[in-house]
């Protein structure tokens, strides 16, 4: 057995020195010229490449590094991401408290590892495509517990916690109908990005991971103020914030329970080593129910495949494309097909040509205020800025889908509504309409017709005229008017009437 054993071993050395030393034939197709004119051009012919010398044994490195493949496929996609660590562990003792709390919260492991079961194939998928450490498939389970909808005081959104200027910086579109820091495609693309920039940075995983958390500028200054002090420069000898300490260990006490969750008393939820989810294109828009009702599925259980939509309709020109489960795509694709009659989008974009209120913006979409106000998001109390991107009712009429300008880059800006107050000031000698206009950066009409009176008027000195001014401005004026009653006469003041009716005077 021993000897069959050596013959065998010997004969896939052999084997893989022939795989890995020369081109295979479907290497050599994938790289000849594409026919000419003339006809296709001659093949080279096939040559073996033998290996040289005595066969060597493959050390445990060069097994574990993807040159010699495994004979047997993972039985789920746990057993596949634990063949895929090659991150140094950290030895620290933050690592055993946090392998306490995680493995004395089995029902909060429950809930996050089911949680990551829609996205997990996609990210080992990604990380070994770039040769990167499948530890890192967990790093999502440390930013957000794998919930794409998070956000965090500090305005990080998405399974991978990217600030808005960071998702910016890595062409994560953030406008009015969707955020791609939740898109799991797109978060997940720039997310890998970004480590392997920061690990091409500091060529360490453990600092590349503590710069993802605390930016790699404040590493580095990290590590230039250890450099001029003659510390070392490692994870655990820098002086980093709280989370930061914590971020790694937090990240390898994961891995420890992965790795051997019978040791830490936890059951990991079977995930299958399959992709969970399949693209799937769309050509015109249409709304977020629609897509669940041809797709045979919960409008929850699309919306967490695909968070970054904010609205109920989905622009094909800035999305072309959405995740549905695997068996869904084809439902989908084939109810699609078959329906012939009717929109598929209720919902289309408006772009306000003025300031304006709400209600009048309203008023001219055709809808109520109240509902206007709850699918944009409006806050009170506020004016709609001119260029504003708003989402309004498509007519029955309409055949044009948004355009790729408006769905990439529509925005919602608002300005404070002004309230104001009916206020009385005094005349000034010489004083007119347009020059009380100029004092308190009133219309000249306005005066004129809040006073009845032409707008080249002017008014006796000491007259009473009637102005609209912001509140904080009327009650300023009233206090100044008093004062300066108070300390000229005996005699009330008669220069405002602290008890006007207040007026909703929206101004644009």
């Not at 010699?68 to 660590?85: E, K, N, Q, Y």
């Not at 194939?121 to 990604?126: L, Q």
């Not at 990290?222 to 820098?238: C, D, F, M, S, V």
């Not at 509902?371 to 409006?378: E, P, S």
Request: aromatic share 8%; glycine share 6%.
């Amino acid at each position: 057995m021993k000897i069959l054993h050596i013959a065998c071993l010997a004969s896939a050395l052999w084997l893989t020195g022939c795989a890995t030393t020369g081109p295979s034939q479907s290497d050599t197709a994938s790289t000849t010229p594409p026919a000419g004119p003339s006809g296709p051009p001659p093949q080279a012919p096939h040559t073996p490449v033998y290996p040289n010398g005595p066969l060597q044994p493959i050390s445990l490195a060069r097994a574990s590094s993807g040159e010699v493949a495994a004979l047997s496929t993972p039985a789920d996609l746990w057993d596949r991401i634990r063949r895929g660590f090659a991150m140094p562990d950290l030895q620290h003792e933050l690592v055993a408290d946090r392998e306490q709390w995680y493995a004395t919260r089995p029902d909060y492991m429950q809930r996050m590892t089911e949680r990551s079961s829609k996205y997990l194939f996609h990210i080992v998928e990604e990380l070994e495509r770039r040769g990167m450490p499948t530890e890192l498939a967990l790093l999502p389970y440390i930013e957000s517990a794998f919930n794409p909808q998070a956000v965090s005081s500090a305005k990080a959104a998405g399974m991978w916690q990217f600030m808005p200027a960071t998702g910016t910086y890595f062409d994560l579109k953030q406008n009015a109908f969707r955020d791609d820091r939740r898109d799991v495609l797109a978060s997940t693309r720039a997310a890998l990005d970004y480590l392997q920039k920061l690990h091409g940075m500091f060529g360490d995983w453990h600092l590349a991971l503590a710069a993802y958390n605390w930016g790699e500028g404040s590493v580095g200054r990290a590590i230039a103020r250890n450099q001029k002090l003659g510390l070392g420069t490692g994870y655990t000898e820098l002086n980093m914030p709280a989370e930061t300490r914590m971020y790694v260990p937090k990240l390898q006490a994961v891995k420890n329970i992965v790795a051997n969750p019978e040791a830490f008393k936890t059951e990991l939820p079977l995930i299958e080593n399959h992709p969970y989810f399949q693209t799937v294109d769309i050509t015109h828009d249409i709304d977020v129910a629609l897509v669940a009702t041809l797709a045979d599925v919960r409008e929850a259980d699309f919306r967490a495949l695909n968070p970054s939509f904010n609205r109920p309709v989905i622009f094909a020109a800035g999305t072309p494309q959405i995740l549905l489960p695997w068996d869904n795509a084809k439902v989908f694709q084939r109810n699609l097909e078959a329906r012939k009659e009717g929109q598929y989008a209720s919902w289309t974009v408006w772009s306000v040509p003025s300031t304006m209120t709400v209600a009048d913006a309203a008023q001219r979409a055709g809808m109520s205020e109240t509902d206007l106000r709850k699918i944009n998001d409006i806050p009170p109390r506020m004016l709609i800025k001119a260029g504003s991107a708003l989402m309004v009712p498509r007519s029955t009429t309409t055949r044009q889908d948004v355009s790729s300008h408006l769905a990439d880059n529509g925005q919602l800006a608002f300005t404070p509504e002004v309230v104001t107050r009916r206020t009385t000031v005094r005349a000034g000698k010489g004083e007119t309409v347009a020059s009380i206009a100029r004092r308190y950066k009133l219309a000249t009409a306005n005066v004129a017709d809040w006073n009845d009176v032409r707008a080249n008027a002017a008014f006796k000195v000491g007259q009473q005229v009637v102005v609209y001014l912001p509140v904080r401005q009327a009650s300023a004026n009233t206090r100044r008017a008093v004062s300066r009653s108070t300390a000229g006469s005996k005699r009330p003041a008669a220069s405002a009437r602290k008890g006007g009716t207040p007026s909703k005077v929206k101004r644009r």
